[in-house]
């Protein structure tokens, strides 16, 4: 799962042409919003 994360982000900075600090900032953010995401739904699972 993460392992597709990934390369959809290098996927992004590849198309951005190159590690640009827009890119570095968005693959952050798609990183910090997908665990956050993650950690939700795993703590739903706990709760339910």
């Known amino acids: 799962m993460f ?3 990934y390369g959809m982000i290098l996927l992004i ?3 951005q042409g ?3 600090v827009n890119s570095i ?5 798609l990183i ?3 665990s956050l ?3 939700l739904s795993s703590s739903r ?3 339910s």
């Open 25 to 29: 900032t968005i693959s952050r953010k």
């Open 18 to 20: 190159g590690l640009t």
């Open 37 to 39: 995401w993650n950690l």
């Open 3 to 5: 392992s597709e994360v």
């Open 45 to 47: 699972d706990v709760i």
């Open 32 to 34: 910090y919003s997908y």
């Open 13 to 15: 900075i590849i198309k």
